[in-house]
């Protein structure tokens, strides 16, 4: 049960290095199941307060529907917890699988406790995170606009291939559903599902449910079928040495992986969501980054895909699908099975 914690620590890294989210701040929309919750908190609807010209703030596809496989819910087990879920639902210490600490030892390692001796103290003071297996919370995109389908919203930098996003900003939402192994969307069964909680040295009072959901993570079975854009990074363009595969799904298949990203708004006593600039700068969605992997690692056709590729629209399968995320950064891994150039 060591998957939460490099997240948190991972993906935590990851947002540091991401410069293009210092500057931004901030569906599936399940059918009626027994594993499925929506939180309202209280805010926007997330719906757009105003739609950017020239383009459709909904996507034109399905939308991801979670269809439960799990019978009624036993009654809770264990104490209850001070911890809450994004709806609301209590944290019990029944729930609570590993208790990890956040500082490495002499051997490299780091310190697990008992969940008997789960102290609130100094979980607020940041001794430790929380890992709970069996569930996540996610939410389905429901806006993405990207500079081949939306040109008039996007700008390019000077003298570089990137571009930047100049169209509204899309209002945040706190509307999210709760997803547990067995649950399918669409092609796609939930394989496993975990949360992590971790207060960041925050102390919120109780007042915000799911306010310590730091950091979670879906992993699928089955494959998907998209369309969309792919950039290949060349030697040394940033963090990688050249190969890395990005993927920016058409606007209308936007909805097709649950998404977990989360963040406290303080002022409206809710944990929200919101889409931003892309990593690459290539797209306006809610994932930070869509990556397929390193072109060199694949043995496969790939229909003579190379280092320097920008915006090139291809047809994808894709397997071995994951959704993770925690505080403004929501990431998707993916493995290919196939590419086509169309």
């Not at 008997?116 to 003071?125: I, S, V, Y």
């Not at 100049?166 to 209002?171: R, S, Y």
């Not at 706190?174 to 394989?191: A, I, Q, W």
């Not at 072109?295 to 959704?323: P, W």
Request: aromatic share 10%; hydrophobic share 30%; proline share 4%.
């Amino acid at each position: 049960m060591k998957k939460i914690t490099a997240i948190i620590c991972t993906m935590a890294m990851l947002a540091a290095l991401t410069a293009c989210d210092n500057k931004e701040t901030p569906g599936s929309v399940p059918e009626s199941t027994n594993s499925a919750s929506e939180s309202t908190g209280g805010s926007e609807s997330g719906s757009p307060q105003s739609t950017p010209d020239g383009a459709s703030s909904e996507s034109g596809g399905s939308e991801s529907t979670p269809e439960s496989s799990t019978s009624e819910e036993s009654a809770p087990k264990g104490e209850p917890t001070f911890l809450t879920c994004v709806d609301g639902t209590v944290v019990n210490t029944s729930d609570i699988t590993q208790i990890q600490g956040m500082v490495y030892d002499i051997n490299n390692e780091l310190e697990q406790f008992k969940i008997e001796d789960f102290d609130k103290q100094r979980f607020l003071d940041g001794d430790y995170s929380v890992a709970c297996d069996g569930f996540a919370y996610a939410f389905t995109s429901k806006h993405s606009f990207n500079p081949v389908q939306n040109p008039d919203l996007f700008e390019r930098f000077e003298d570089s291939d990137m571009v930047e996003y100049i169209g509204d900003e899309i209002a945040p939402s706190s509307e999210y559903y709760r997803v547990e192994p067995g649950d399918k969307f669409g092609e796609l069964t939930v394989k496993s599902a975990e949360t992590g909680f971790y207060s960041n040295y925050a102390d919120y009072d109780e007042r915000i449910s799911g306010a310590y959901t730091y950091s979670g993570m879906i992993e699928f079975d089955g494959e998907l079928e998209l369309t969309g854009y792919i950039q290949v990074s060349r030697p040394n363009e940033g963090y990688d040495e050249g190969g890395e595969i990005r993927f920016v799904p058409d606007n209308e298949f936007v909805d097709k992986i649950p998404i977990i990203k989360y963040s406290v708004n303080e002022e409206k006593n809710v944990v929200e969501h919101s889409p931003m600039s892309n990593c690459d700068s290539n797209a306006y969605n809610d994932f930070n980054r869509f990556s397929l992997g390193n072109l060199h690692d694949y043995d496969i056709d790939l229909d003579g895909l190379e280092e320097g590729e920008r915006f090139t629209h291809v047809k994808i399968t894709i397997g071995d699908i994951v959704s993770m995320g925690l505080t403004y950064f929501a990431d998707i891994d993916a493995k290919l099975l196939s590419l086509e150039k169309i």
